[in-house]
């Protein structure tokens, strides 16, 4: 794959991820990192949202093949949060999602919350 790392931001209070601005043929795309687990996901250049993609196909399958993270792919993202087992969650967790609302995992796992 040719690709280019313009920028990496770090986690913070908000966003909950760390972002590899990347360089993907023609698209700047932004990797997507879970501060705590081990999820990564490929986005649109974060702006203060978040809008998962998956078209960047050379990108997809080397991070696929690194092994050390699990790539999550849009389809998955977009998976409404009442599917989604949070039984596991803690009280503050579950918290949370009460009070945030996230519509799908993406938002659960990929947000801007403070």
């Known amino acids: 794959m040719r690709g280019r790392v313009l920028e990496i931001t770090?986690?913070?209070?908000?966003?909950s991820f760390h972002t590899a601005v990347m360089k993907c043929g023609e698209l700047t795309v932004g990797v997507l990192g879970?501060?705590?687990l081990p999820f990564i996901a490929i986005?649109?250049?974060p702006t203060g949202g978040v809008v998962f993609i998956d078209s960047c196909n050379d990108l997809e399958e080397a991070l696929r093949?690194?092994?050390a993270l699990r790539f999550l792919?849009?389809?998955e993202l977009e998976t409404p949060i009442g599917l989604i087992d949070t039984s596991e969650l803690d009280k503050a967790e579950r918290s949370e999602i009460g009070s945030w609302k996230p519509a799908n995992l993406g938002e659960l796992l990929f947000n801007y919350w403070d």
């Open 34 to 36: 879970h501060m705590h």
């Open 43 to 45: 986005a649109e250049v």
């Open 73 to 75: 792919t849009r389809d």
């Open 10 to 15: 770090p986690p913070g209070v908000t966003p």
């Open 65 to 67: 093949a690194s092994g």
